[in-house]
């Protein structure tokens, strides 16, 4: 199957800073990428949709300023969460959509970010 | 406003039993679905996925069924190891996007 990687697994940051999370798929061109937050036990909840050379799209509540995404090549999405608080510790997943009459979605392993 | 995760439901089975974890959809446009297993602390991973023109797929252990009909999708485990606890959701795509279902909890029992 194809591969998706996040970078960092996991960070610890002050309140405050800004902390920044790389999304890469290894193995094939990614035409869309997804960021994604996850709560203990709880389902995914999409952020945004990422697409390669233009502005990512935010759900709703969302905050664009606050998590800036990059889109700068197919296979590179990153996610900056800008002036960390502690309610911004969360576990922040990505996902690249591959190409084709399927489209299958791929999930990174994640990233966990803990704001002190 | 702000979106609101949803609880997980639970779903325990004997080691050796079968297990079988259902998801409704509610799109008719819907036409490929993926199964996804995520384990504690890990992203989801790609377990077996079906098009709509399908009723039955099977994979190493796994068989999903889609039911058009009623618009249903069900995961079914052969055989289930203490390896394959973790959450199971599924997603439908309908044109471009993809939706997720709020995923099942599946706890093996030794």
């Known amino acids: 199957g194809a591969v998706v990687s996040q970078h960092p697994s996991w960070v610890i940051c002050k309140s405050g800073t800004s902390v920044k999370i790389e999304c890469r798929s290894l193995d094939f061109q990614a035409t869309t990428m997804f960021w994604y937050r996850q709560f203990p036990k709880q389902s995914l909840m999409l952020m945004a949709t990422s697409n390669e050379g233009s502005k990512a799209t935010y759900e709703q509540g969302v905050e664009k300023d606050k998590f800036l995404i990059n889109h700068a090549s197919l296979t590179l999405s990153t996610l900056t969460v800008t002036s960390a608080h502690p309610e911004d510790s969360s576990f922040y997943i990505c996902?690249?959509?591959?190409?084709?009459?399927?489209?299958?979605?791929?999930f990174g392993p994640g990233t966990r970010l803990l704001v002190l | 406003g702000e979106s609101v995760g949803l609880h997980l439901p639970t779903l325990s089975v004997q080691e050796g039993d079968n297990s079988i974890i259902n998801c409704a959809y509610s799109?008719?446009?819907?036409?490929?679905f993926i199964w996804y297993k995520q384990e504690s602390g890990k992203g989801p991973q790609f377990i077996i996925d079906i098009r709509s023109n399908m009723d039955k797929r099977q994979g190493q252990r796994v068989t999903v069924l889609l039911n058009k009909t009623v618009k249903h999708l069900s995961l079914q485990i052969a055989a289930t190891q203490p390896g394959d606890s973790a959450v199971y959701f599924c997603a439908e795509k309908a044109g471009n996007q993809f939706y997720f279902g709020t995923g099942t909890s599946l706890t093996v029992i030794p």
């Open positions: 799109n008719s446009a819907s036409d490929y």
């Open positions: 996902s690249a959509r591959r190409g084709g009459t399927q489209e299958t979605q791929y």
